[in-house]
């Protein structure tokens, strides 16, 4: 079985097609991030993604992500939920209605420290996830992309995700 190799002129053609559209997608951002991301930088993103390994890499990361975090949200609603009923036990359990208010303020104050951890521990994981991700698309070899944890850079980096997500959705010339 014969793979076609598209040719130079096709390779170019594609090339051209999405750097004019990585161009267009990046003056669409705010001013501050528009100057994070020059023309060498979108050049080499374009030319990353000439085959569609870079596409695939960020699809399975982004079904990776909605995994984690909808697994991390159901953490979360199962602390909500541990609260609720201790607080139904509690009422159950407690005659007095003035010891049910002191429990109840007790039992409030614990709980929102409980879930001030648990919301701490949840966007340690999420950093994580971010961290790898980061790693993933540098060891690829995509342009723009290294670990940091600096804001700015994190949304810049988002905003390329962004731009390679919305050109795996488009018919892009071979």
């Known amino acids: ?38 023309i060498e930088l979108l050049s080499g993103l374009a030319n990353c993604l000439l085959n569609d390994t870079v596409f695939e890499i960020v699809k399975g990361l982004m079904e990776i992500q909605h995994v984690t975090e909808k697994h991390l949200f159901q953490q979360r609603l199962q602390i909500i939920n541990k609260h609720t009923l201790e607080i139904q036990n509690m009422i159950k359990n407690v005659p007095s209605p003035e010891q049910q208010e002191l429990q109840k303020t007790i039992l409030l104050s614990k709980h929102r420290d409980e879930l001030k951890q648990t919301d701490m521990k949840l966007v340690i994981q999420l950093d994580q996830k971010v961290s790898d991700q980061q790693v993933t698309l540098e060891k690829a070899g995509v342009p723009g992309f290294f670990v940091t944890n600096k804001p700015i850079e994190v949304k810049v980096q988002m905003y390329l995700l962004d731009f390679i997500l919305r050109l795996s959705k488009m018919d892009i010339p071979n």
Do not use: S
Not at 15 to 38: S, T
């Open 1 to 38: 079985m014969e793979i076609n190799e598209p040719t130079p002129e096709a390779l170019q053609r594609k090339l051209y097609f999405l750097l004019e559209q990585l161009q267009d997608m990046a003056r669409e951002l705010p001013q501050k991030y528009q100057m994070r991301v020059p």
